[in-house]
């Protein structure tokens, strides 16, 4: 069995992404954590802003932005593995029980994955959890999130992605959305 777990970057600011972390590794089978960018994030966001730099810019350094919260969260829990391709995933090349993906522009740029905030760490966990053929995929929020609500409603919420969907029809997988309290106290 191998789990996706992607845990926001709004959790390292609401003080809960050690305690996702301890609960994404107790999980059974292979777990693959897909980090968002947060705070790392969140800059590129407002130099973005401020200076007005085009799209692709601005999709490899929020690349680099998850890339960071991967060292991150090795740094919290230094039995994690970083991984940094798919395709070592997809081949079980990695040793570890828990890995965490730090995403690479070349590998998502072969893929004709668009240089947009369209498509945030939740899409590309859902790539991820396709292009590995993952069981399932467990997309952590801080955000309140309604256990019966579909990803059109959570894209209009603005707690997934507007290109969610695109990325998780293929992805074949058991996929929920979930608040992080229910994460980290929920057992299987």
């Not at 003080?15 to 059974?28: E, K, Y």
């Not at 039995?79 to 040793?95: H, K, M, N, P, R």
Request: aromatic share 6%; hydrophobic share 55%.
């Amino acid at each position: 069995m191998i789990g996706v777990v992607k845990l926001g970057g709004s959790l390292l600011e609401s003080g809960a992404l050690p305690a996702c972390l301890a609960a994404a590794a107790m999980r059974p089978g292979r777990v693959v954590i897909v980090p968002g960018g947060g705070p790392f994030a969140d800059r590129v966001r407002a130099a973005q802003r401020q200076y007005a730099f085009d799209d692709v810019a601005a999709h490899r350094m929020a690349l680099l932005a998850m890339q960071q919260m991967a060292e991150l969260i090795c740094g919290l829990l230094p039995d994690l593995e970083v991984v940094f391709d798919a395709a070592s995933l997809a081949a079980g090349a990695a040793s570890a029980k828990t890995l965490v993906w730090a995403p690479q522009v070349v590998e998502l740029d072969a893929a004709g994955i668009p240089a947009s905030w369209d498509v945030t760490s939740d899409s590309l966990a859902a790539w991820l959890a396709g292009r590995i053929g993952a069981d399932e995929l467990i997309l952590v929020k801080s955000a309140p999130v309604d256990a019966g609500a579909h990803w059109p409603e959570l894209q209009r919420q603005g707690i997934l992605d507007p290109a969610f969907a695109r990325f998780a029809k293929p992805a074949s997988c058991k996929i929920s959305v979930v608040n992080k309290d229910d994460f980290v106290f929920h057992h299987d």
